[in-house]
């Protein structure tokens, strides 16, 4: 019954605003807010399935490639720096700077180097989230509790039971957490490279209905992207929620 | 005699450490100017100036009127959409945050908007209002709004059950209760949402100038690009790169000094 309840609460405003919108839009005569029956029909018809195929999975291709490659070297090479001090600490101001550098500007010199294609929008998101990984990746790792480590090097463990056992796992919330800054980082650098260079995939797409005033199709991008968006951050949730379950119930006070 | 001794040493080891800043820091500005150069040789591309050429046109561009233009075009729409987030943002935030039951029926709208890529807005932001100030304006608030509501919502929703508990059993007015335990305990997380949406407003407001042409860094940075004017395009990226860290630097700054008292702050000033 509680149960029942709380999805109740929660299902309640969704619906609420989707019928506001839709009773609302149902007679705009207005270009820009087209009727949400429109926009809901336009969407059956494009994205599903040919658009789900042809248009969203070279833009999910991209993401994928790119924010898997940013992540597993922003931590090879975070964890190699961290065990550096001296170089860490010299290289700090630099990979800050590269960090604040809104990762957009680079996009158009990426563009004129590496031309229009897969290549050039692969290393745009690469540029785009690498950053936030490998810096929380050097603090979790300098992070890890002082007595463990000093602990573990009194007792000689080998090096790579090292890393893989206390290293990586004492750091771990820390890299969860620079990894979840890089994938709407990703999601932005794919989006603007497609929008930029209007190639294929949903920023294309929606370039494209712009300049041809399709705003219908426009708004449908808006609406899958969020479903994309939104599906893509409750699976990362899962996977911290699972993989950071001990910090998690450490830090929760006993109730 | 002896008290100044070792307060003279410190002050000569304080001196000496903050030398040592800067030659690092000049080192590594060394290195990072070499391996520009470097990769500008390897790569042999009309897109990626030497480090010369773009010396040149720093000097020839910072003193220019479009410079300055191209940095007001940003700032101003950075600093009126982040205006706006924060009045819509932080009340909202807080109102919901401050009722369970507004947290619960609210999470599924919030997360859905806020994961939907701002950046996916641009062309219907285009259309409505040209590639102006106005639409990079309404662009940055909608980014930026979510952060700061998300993380009001949070921190007036996590006050100190046992400080809350006794405020209400000694009947503290509601107002004392705000001011002193709610606002407060909201404040670290407030700071920090303000951080991020500096951030995102940033990187929001040069996406649009980059995809839509409207005045700003990000356009100057496309334009040079396309113009075969490489080194003038690396001054602007420079540019928005110093405009990251100094917004990152001036919100850190913010956050300490308006938390000195609070835990996270203690522990990293003793650290």
Known sequence: MRHLRLVAQGLALPLLLVGAWWWVSADSTSPYFPPLREIVAEFADTWLFTGIRDVLLPTLGTFLAGYSIAIVAGVVLGVALAANDAVAGFLAPLLEFLRALPPIALVPAFISVLGLGEEMRISAVVFASIWPVLLNTIDGVRGVDVVIRDSVTVFRVPRAQRLLFVTLPGASPQIVAGVRVGLALSLIAVIVTEMVTSADGVGAFSRSAQLSFDLPAMWTAIILMGFVGYTLNLLFDRLEKRTLRWHLRMREPAS | ???????????????????????????????????????????????????????????????????????????????????????????????????????????????????????????????????????????????????????????????????????????????????????????????????????????????????????????????????????????????????????????????RRVLFWHASQRARSTA
């Open chain 2, 1 to 255: 005699m002896a008290l100044t001794q070792p307060h003279r040493g410190r002050a000569a080891e304080h001196g000496a450490a903050l030398v040592s800043v800067a030659v690092r820091r000049i080192g590594l500005l060394v290195l990072a100017l070499a391996g520009w150069e470097l990769l500008a040789r390897i790569l042999d591309s009309r897109a990626v100036p030497a480090v010369a050429p773009a010396f040149d046109a720093l000097v020839s561009t910072v003193p220019s009127g479009p410079f300055w233009a191209a940095l007001g075009g940003t700032l101003q729409s950075w600093g009126l959409g982040m205006l706006l987030a924060a009045g819509i943002g932080l009340p909202l935030g807080l109102l919901i945050g401050s009722s369970p039951l507004a947290m619960r029926a609210t999470r599924g709208v919030v997360e859905f908007l806020r994961t939907v890529p701002a950046i996916m807005l641009v062309p219907l932001a285009v259309l409505l209002f040209g590639a102006t100030v106005e639409m990079k304006v309404v662009l940055i608030t909608l980014s930026a709004v979510w952060p700061l509501l998300v993380h009001a919502a949070y921190g007036i929703g996590h006050v100190d059950a046992v400080a809350r508990d006794s405020m209400r059993a000694f009947r503290l007015r509601r107002r004392d209760r705000v001011v002193f335990l709610y606002l407060p305990s909201a404040l670290p997380l407030v700071a920090t949402g303000l951080r991020v949406a500096a951030t995102v407003a940033l990187l929001i407001s040069i996406g649009a100038e980059i995809v839509t042409s409207a005045p700003g860094i990000g356009y100057e940075i496309a334009l040079g690009q396309a113009n075969n004017a490489a080194p003038r395009s690396f001054v602007y990226v420079l540019l928005s790169g110093l405009l990251g860290v100094g917004i990152n630097l001036g919100f850190g700054a913010l956050e």
